[in-house]
């Protein structure tokens, strides 16, 4: 196992401009899931919905790494993976409600965001039920020689169910390009990690499938995008699969319904100061960025995410002929 982070001395720091495009896209993603938890609030999501503020730095800097035509899986917590592979705030928003013009025909809801124009092949509720999916999407791509990379988001809960270790172990012997990162928040649903896993570093378990295995700082979105863009290379050159753990936090419960007060006294308030688009904007500070210029692009990516809400709410509900399209019995 190694550990990186884009803080190091030696490594250059990303163009501002870059950087600002992160900012306004976990911007978008916080606001995002803010307006959902609003939404579950007053109950206008079917079933639970998943929320990822605080862990938006993985997502962001992972597709950012990544082309359109790359693929990405996520889990159940996948709105801010879809959001930054590229899908569209308004379709995103209705699909959660259910419309008839949402990702998916408001018919997958919150946990099944899919949206192939960008390459999000999906988000899955079955938890580490997307491994073996992703090993046939990246086979397809090595099949085809196409040098595309697959990008595949699990909880640390995944590492340890069969599916996991199955895919490593078939992922390695087959060489393909698939970038595992796990999003690790601590938290296995209600369970601390250390009362389910007998390892500190999942990282550690790329060892025994002969693939790299690393741990970073899932909250620097620098870091996240540099060490994806390094094993993705690596890849499309046809050297085979990595395990990126990225060190993160999950803000709020496990679900709408989980008051989270299994979290230990101060845990929750240490990791806000490290909260991922705080950390950004200060870094952004210390490069030059005005304060004016962050703020008002806070206001426009709330603004942006509003006004996707917005129509997206004014949008028809399916009517029972759709309802019954694409429905396999």
């Known amino acids: 196992m190694s550990k990186a982070s ?9 163009p501002v401009e870059r950087q600002l495009d992160w900012l306004h896209t976990m911007l978008q993603i916080r606001f995002f899931e803010d307006e959902c938890h609003r939404m579950f609030a007053q109950g206008l999501v079917r079933g639970s919905t998943h929320l990822c503020q605080g862990q938006e730095a993985v997502v962001v800097g992972a597709c950012g790494a ?26 995103a928003f209705a699909e959660i409600l259910g419309k008839a013009d949402g990702l998916c025909g408001g018919k ?14 999906g988000s899955f509720a079955i938890v580490g039920g997307h491994l073996p999916i992703a090993l046939g999407v990246a086979l397809e791509s090595q099949y085809n020689d196409r040098q595309e990379v697959t990008l595949c988001f699990f909880g640390d809960g995944s590492t340890n169910i069969g599916a996991f270790h199955e895919a490593l172990n078939m992922a390695s012997v087959w060489k393909l390009p698939v970038i595992f990162v796990c999003e690790n928040n601590l938290y296995g649903e209600y369970s601390p990690l250390g009362t389910t896993t007998p390892i500190e570093r999942l990282s550690t378990r790329a060892e025994a499938y002969g693939m790299p ?14 060490t994806v863009s390094e094993y993705a290379a690596r890849a499309r050159a046809g050297d085979g699969p990595v395990l990126i753990e990225a060190l ?14 299994y979290r230990p006294s101060g845990e929750l308030e240490a990791w806000l100061e490290r909260d991922p688009i705080t950390l950004l904007e200060a870094k952004l500070e210390r490069l030059g960025v005005d304060r004016g210029r962050l703020d008002d692009m806070r206001s426009a990516a709330e603004h942006e995410v509003l006004d996707a809400l917005e129509r997206a709410r004014s949008w028809d509900d399916p009517s029972p002929e759709q309802l019954e399209e694409d429905v396999y019995a």
Do not use: F
């Open 248 to 261: 993160t936090y999950r803000q709020k419960g496990h679900s709408r319904s989980d008051p989270a007060k």
């Open 6 to 14: 884009a803080t190091d001395a030696n490594v250059a720091t990303a």
């Open 66 to 91: 990544v082309s359109t035509v790359d693929k990405m899986l996520c889990t159940y917590r996948g709105h801010g993976a879809v959001i930054a592979k590229g899908a569209p705030l308004d379709r």
């Open 213 to 226: 295995g690393l741990t970073i700082d899932g909250n620097d979105v620098e870091g996240v995008w540099r």
């Open 108 to 121: 997958g809801g919150s946990m099944h965001l899919t949206d192939m124009t960008v390459g999000a092949v």
